[in-house]
């Protein structure tokens, strides 16, 4: 056994029971002195229908296509309606919390982005966004497993770098560089597939230090001691954040504490499901709506909470595609092409709908059916690690067989002078 199979695959996960752990209030010794740049990258996992969350209602193929389901537009009488943003789109109506930020300049949205490639199955989809390879199942790492190998990391670099609050490494954060697993930060234990887990990590990782991991091995270690030991509460949402009841708002406080905890954090990993709406979608009100408020609540309140730290933190939500124009025969949407993408935080150049827009006429359509293709994720994936995280694209192959181009960057962060 070595040590991807035994952390980065899974085999072992931080387990979180009881109270939070000190470490988080106190900053570990471990980890650097000073404040980098974090990328939260949140995956909708279902396929969110974009076309209901960025809704283009001056677009009269969208009515027309959803009888059912459809937003009624801002100037529309009665009603729930877009909560309108540029005149041409608007936010589905739960996602209120979110349109001070719009206001503000400090939430992006890009439409028509996403994969090139046509699949319609979510598991495929899925793994090509994370691997940031379309098409390509053969990808060994991710692609936010390749910011952290290629980001400009400081000699004392923390184990911390890179954090899924998820049960197990996600797709995208799988790689050589160092990452953790962490389903909660209440507290902590390992867990295994054997019962000698936890001497099997610490002979591995003790043996492993000089020959293979170059030091880090013991780091982990370390740091999974700690994490274990740590008795004490974390401090609570500061500057009047609310977050919502479950597991969104959960991961979302504690992915909070630990930007605020400066353990050497750069890049986080958030997942939330329940997107794959075929049946009974809703329109204003409904099972869209629903996961919306809690979705939009969420988001407002990881900003609140990081108070003056948002300017060091960008946040990306991603989603392995779109839906189709058209409500089907059961209320709902299936499977389609491109759709729609948040980007949120400090430096951000917010305030408006980024990507060309293809319209949503029958001869306009991918296949006759979807929301056709125009920024592919990439360009958007590579724009965020190039201005927020500092890769330089001329030489890091974020993306095999992808060249980076700057002039194909949808534009929703400031070039970096």
């Known amino acids: 056994m070595n040590r991807r199979a035994f952390l980065k695959q899974g085999a072992v996960a931080l387990v979180a029971f009881g109270a939070a752990p000190r470490f988080l209030v106190r900053a570990a010794s471990a980890a650097p002195a000073d404040r980098r740049r974090v990328l939260v990258a949140i995956f909708q ?90 098409g390509m199942k053969s990808t060994a790492d991710g692609w936010l497993n390749r910011c952290l190998q290629h980001a400009r990391a400081p000699a004392d670099a923390s184990v911390f ?30 867990r295994g597939p054997a019962s000698d887990v936890h001497r099997g990590f610490e002979s591995l990782y003790r043996q492993a230090v000089q020959d293979f991991l170059g030091g880090t091995g013991q780091a982990t270690f370390d740091a999974v001691k700690r994490l274990r030991s740590a008795r004490a509460a974390v401090r609570p949402p500061e500057h009047g954040a609310v977050y919502p009841r479950g597991r969104f708002g959960d991961v979302l406080r504690q992915t909070a504490q630990l930007v605020k905890a400066d353990v050497g954090l750069e890049v986080a990993f958030v997942e939330t499901g329940g997107w794959d709406h075929h049946v009974a979608e809703g329109g204003a009100r409904g099972q869209l709506a629903t996961r919306l408020e809690e979705f939009g609540q969420g988001l407002a309140a990881f900003r609140q909470d990081l108070g003056p730290r948002w300017a060091e933190v960008v946040v990306l939500t991603m989603t392995e595609f779109g839906r189709t124009v058209r409500e089907n025969g059961s209320g709902g949407t299936d499977h389609g092409h491109a759709g729609a993408m948040l980007v949120l935080g400090g430096a951000v150049r917010g305030g408006k709908v980024y990507g060309r827009w293809p319209g949503l006429a029958p001869e306009q359509l991918f296949e006759g059916r979807d929301l056709a293709l125009t920024t592919d994720f990439r360009d958007l994936f590579a724009e965020i690690a190039v201005r927020h995280l500092g890769l330089d694209w001329r030489s890091v192959p974020l993306f095999p067989g992808y060249r980076i181009r700057p002039e194909a960057f949808p534009g929703v962060l400031p070039p970096v002078v």
């Not at 279902?46 to 209602?57: E, H």
């Not at 998820?166 to 902590?188: E, V, W, Y």
């Open 161 to 190: 770098r890179g954090v899924a609050l998820t049960p197990l490494l996600p797709r995208s954060l799988q790689g050589p560089a160092t990452a953790l697993a962490l389903p909660s930060l209440d507290a902590f234990e390992l």
């Open 45 to 134: 996992r279902g396929a969110a229908d974009g076309l209901n969350i960025v809704i283009p209602f001056g677009d009269p193929g969208y009515a027309r296509g959803r009888p059912r389901i459809g937003i009624a537009a801002p100037s529309d009488a009665g009603g729930e309606r877009a909560l309108d943003l540029d005149g041409f789109f608007g936010l589905h109506p739960s996602l209120a919390p979110l349109q001070p930020l719009f206001a503000s300049r400090e939430l992006a949205c890009v439409h028509a982005v996403g994969s090139p490639d046509a699949t319609r199955s979510h598991f495929d989809a899925q793994d090509f966004m994370e691997a940031g390879t379309p």
